[in-house]
Antibody, heavy 120, light 106 residues
Framework: QLQLQESGPGLVKPSETLSLNCSVS??????????WGWVRQPPGKGLEWIGS???????YYNPSLKSRVTISVDTSKNQFSLRLSSVTAADTAVYYC????????????WGQGTLVTVSS | SYELTQPPSVSVSPGQTASITCSGH??????ASWYQQRPGQSPVVVIY???KRPSGIPERFSGSNSGFTATLTISGTQAMDEATYFC?????????FGGGTKLTVL
């Protein structure tokens, strides 16, 4: 059974960079059939796609966040990462990592999510 | 940018059929997926590629997608189906989510 687990600081100061990792277990991240993505959800609000990356490292970003986002993959560690720069309180959210199927474009496995609060 | 529109809320009586819509420009030309999210939990896909049900999802969940609207239908709705449902599509290398619909079973 594939499992994804987010990790990283739960508190980030305004203007700093948010960094999260997603560790994948129970399967290999090195598959051309999937992308690996990040989705966030501000408290009490809906889901927002941040971006996705292929196993070869090709990223796809939400245009509204593209200038601040970097998503990378480390196949040797079977994990992928998110960096979001210049954060503000509006970036406070639960951040999920998830596997995205290339065929159909849906997310079939999700991590449990991690709350990141932006505050001084 | 591409947008998906859902009604904020839908109510249904137990045992009845609930329908949740998702509208977007020529959505029928794309694949639509649906996710169920209970409070405090991660989303779970209940329908993908318009009509497919993952293993473990009850048969009472079904989907359709044509023209400008995708629809999630829950037949014989149960109290455990009370949750927020999000539609999602893939457009021009970008993932888009609808705003979510809170389904109340009362």
């Amino acid at each position: 059974q594939l499992q994804l687990q987010e990790s990283g600081p739960g508190l980030v100061k305004p203007s700093e960079t948010l960094s999260l990792n997603c560790s994948v277990s129970g399967g290999s991240i090195s598959s051309s059939a999937y992308y690996w993505g990040w989705v966030r959800q501000p408290p009490g609000k809906g889901l927002e796609w941040i971006g996705s990356v292929s196993y070869s490292g090709t990223p796809y970003y939400n245009p509204s966040l593209k200038s601040r986002v970097t998503i990378s993959v480390d196949t040797s560690k079977n994990q992928f990462s998110l960096r979001l720069s210049s954060v503000t309180a509006a970036d406070t959210a639960v951040y999920y990592c998830a596997r995205e199927k290339l065929q159909g474009g849906n997310f079939d496995y999700w991590g449990q999510g991690t709350l990141v609060t932006v505050s001084s | 940018s591409y947008e998906l529109t859902q009604p904020p809320s839908v109510s249904v009586s137990p045992g009845q059929t609930a329908s949740i819509t998702c509208s977007g420009h020529k959505l029928g030309d794309k694949y639509a997926s649906w996710y169920q999210q209970r409070p405090g939990q991660s989303p779970v896909v209940v329908i993908y590629q318009d009509t497919k049900r993952p293993s473990g999802i009850p048969e009472r969940f079904s989907g359709s997608n044509s023209g400008f609207t995708a629809t999630l239908t829950i037949s014989g709705t149960q109290a455990m189906d009370e949750a927020t449902y999000f539609c999602q599509a893939w457009d021009n290398s970008h993932v888009v989510f609808g705003g979510g619909t809170k389904l109340t079973v009362l």
